[in-house]
């Protein structure tokens, strides 16, 4: 069995525990950098990531992070995939710039706080109810990341190798087939590791 850990610091991080304990995988709330250790995998919840980026540096997580990243799976979902992205369109500096894309928060305009919308997302499957709270979008991605999934033209789901991000929040709804994708995800690269 996998173990992945949900960042702590902030967020929503219990709906995620679930979604993974029901994709068959150990779950543990990360609050702590030496908790990475025995991680198999990690997700970055949604949440506010101006305020994430303030306490990874307080609780000391940033090298911590990009160095497991180095090596290990990691999944973001809304200011997940903002903490997760190369590049903030308007902020001359981003944060853990693993994937290769550029995002631009709070995209989707303030009439449209929250919204639902029935996503086709590739290696995970169709008919998808995407929940998007103040989400951003990728506006751009390098060669290297592939695109999952579009909501009006608007990218809202990638993958770069292992690393995976959604704009919306997958666990939030009982569907737990994009968890499921990364705990397999997290199993192919432990097997990777250990052969
Ligand atoms: N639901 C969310 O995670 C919203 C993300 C938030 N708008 C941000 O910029 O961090």
């Known amino acids: 069995m996998v173990k992945i850990g949900v960042l702590g610091l902030q967020g929503a991080v219990r709906e995620h525990i679930l979604a993974l304990e029901a994709s068959g995988a150990e779950a543990v709330i990360v609050k702590k950098a030496e908790q990475l250790d025995d991680l198999d995998g990690l997700v970055m919840p949604g949440g506010e990531s101006t305020a994430m980026r303030r306490l990874i540096d307080k609780y000391d997580f940033l090298q911590p992070l990009k160095d497991f990243a180095a090596h290990k799976p990691v999944f973001g979902t809304c200011a997940g ?10 902020q001359d500096s981003a ?4 994937i290769d894309m550029t995002v631009e928060r709070n995209a989707f305009g303030r009439q449209v706080d929250s919204f639902e919308a029935d996503l086709m997302i590739t290696h995970v499957g ?4 995407g929940v998007f709270i103040r989400a951003p979008y990728i506006m751009e991605v390098g060669q290297d990341v592939e695109i999952l999934s ?9 993958q770069q190798g292992h690393f995976l991000c ?10 737990y087939r994009m968890h499921a994708y990364f705990v397999e995800m997290a199993k192919e690269k432990k097997k990777e590791t250990v052969a």
């Open 81 to 90: 995939l903002i903490l997760m992205a190369k590049k903030i369109h308007g």
């Open 95 to 98: 944060h853990l710039e693993l």
């Open 126 to 129: 169709e008919d998808f109810a």
């Open 150 to 158: 579009k909501h009006n033209d608007r990218i809202v789901a990638a």
């Open 166 to 175: 959604a704009a919306f929040h997958p666990e939030l709804t009982d569907d």
